[in-house]
C-alpha cells in the first residue's frame, strides 16, 4: 500500500490518505518563502501538528510503499551514522 510521507527536519510523518498533497506542499512552499510560518500536518493519526518551516527547513516529500503505516517519527530506514558519533 502506497502512503505519502513528509520528512521535515528528519522527522517522518505519514500523511492522512485523503490528504491534496500538491496543496499541502504548496502550503510549505509559502511559508518558506514568508521567511517563516507554522504549518499543520495531516498527519494519519489525526494528532494536531504544527511545525515551524523556514528557509533554512529541510523538507521532502515522498510516496512509500510498506504495509502498515509508519508511527509518527519514526524512520523507515537507519541512519547511516550515530547523531551523537560527532558530539
Known amino acids: 500500500m502506497l502512503f505519502d ?6 522527522r517522518r ?7 491534496d498533497v500538491e496543496a499541502f506542499e504548496h502550503e ?3 511559508a518558506a ?7 499543520e500536518i495531516p498527519a494519519v493519526d489525526h494528532v494536531r501538528r ?13 510516496r512509500v510503499e510498506t ?5 509518527p517519527g ?3 530506514f537507519e541512519h547511516p ?6 558530539l
Do not use: K, M, N, W
Open 67 to 71: 504495509e502498515e503505516p509508519v508511527a
Open 28 to 30: 510549505i512552499e509559502c
Open 5 to 10: 510521507h513528509v520528512l521535515i527536519s528528519e
Open 50 to 62: 504544527r511545525v515551524l518551516v523556514t528557509p533554512a527547513t529541510p523538507v521532502r516529500l515522498e
Open 13 to 19: 510523518h505519514v500523511l492522512d490518505g485523503e490528504t
Open 33 to 39: 518563502r514568508s521567511g517563516g510560518s507554522f504549518v
Open 74 to 76: 519514526e524512520l523507515l
Open 81 to 86: 551514522f550515530d547523531d551523537y558519533q560527532y
